[in-house]
Every structure is written in structure tokens, then in C-alpha cells.
């Protein structure tokens, strides 16, 4: 399965605009766990690895940052600075979260609870379990 942008509701209003997402409805996969990313120093990176069973649902709350993704045979760089829109990433994609603005706020939905075992850390393992 490839990533995918999905658009979320967007209810505009004078007061201030308000999203939200709904698990199995807005999003392919019941939520677990949800984590967010924050505070990281200009040019860090964060999040490179695979996930063998795990799949994501990212969102840009704030600010901005770019999520590379490497399928195994190419790689698309997906710019996330909107609150009212996400990138589903289905397991076994080889992901890295970097550019990321001042003050972004990197907001992640999880199908899984938390498994280390669940990782793939070394890009040349991901490439054999991918490609075989
Ligand atoms: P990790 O997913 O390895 O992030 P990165 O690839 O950017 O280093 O997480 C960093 C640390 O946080 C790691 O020690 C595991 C821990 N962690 C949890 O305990 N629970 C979680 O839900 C997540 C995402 C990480």
C-alpha cells in the first residue's frame, strides 16, 4: 500500500476553525496510541525506520515538516503545514520525518501500542524484507 494525503472536515467559523478525525471513518485504522513530535532543534531529524505491522497517520498541528518516504523503490517527500490534513502511512514503508519549521508540532495516530519489536531500524534489512 502506498501513502496517502487524506483531507479532513474543516468547520470554518468566525471564532477560529476546527477539525477532527474519527477512527475508522476519516482514517483506515483504529487508533491505539497517538504520540506527537515537538520542540526538535532546526535540522534535526526524526523517525527513520519501518514499522513491520504499525501504520500512521500524521499530522502538521502546527508548523511544518517534510515526511520522506522510501517504498522500497522510490522515495516522495510529502511537505505537511496544515492542521486540516494528514498522511496515512501503511506498515512497511521506510519513513523520516526533517525540515522541520520553528514551533512544529508533529501529531501521530497508531494503529499499535508501543512494540520495539515492531521496529526496523537498518535501511538494508527494510530492503530485504521489502523486495525479498
Ligand atoms: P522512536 O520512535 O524511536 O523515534 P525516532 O525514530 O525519532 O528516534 O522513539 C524515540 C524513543 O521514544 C524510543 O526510545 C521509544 C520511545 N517511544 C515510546 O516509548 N513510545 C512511543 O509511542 C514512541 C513513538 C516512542
Not at 59 to 79: C, I, M, P, R, W
Amino acid at each position: 500500500m502506498q501513502p496517502q494525503i487524506i483531507q479532513l472536515p474543516k468547520i470554518l467559523d468566525n471564532r477560529g476553525n476546527l477539525s477532527f478525525i474519527e477512527e475508522n471513518n476519516h482514517i483506515p485504522f483504529t487508533i491505539n496510541r497517538t504520540y506527537w513530535v515537538y520542540d526538535v532543534p532546526g535540522g534535526e531529524e526524526r523517525g527513520s525506520h519501518a514499522y513491520k505491522t504499525n501504520e500512521e497517520f500524521v499530522v502538521a498541528l502546527s508548523g511544518s515538516f517534510d515526511v520522506v518516504v522510501n517504498d522500497g523503490q522510490k522515495e516522495t517527500l510529502y511537505h505537511l503545514n496544515r492542521s486540516y490534513y494528514g498522511l496515512h502511512l501503511p506498515q512497511m514503508l521506510w519513513r523520516k520525518f526533517q525540515n522541520f519549521s520553528t514551533n512544529s508540532l508533529v501529531l501521530v495516530m497508531s494503529n499499535n501500542f508501543y512494540d520495539a519489536n515492531d521496529y526496523i531500524r537498518n535501511f538494508d534489512d527494510y530492503l530485504k524484507l521489502k523486495n525479498g
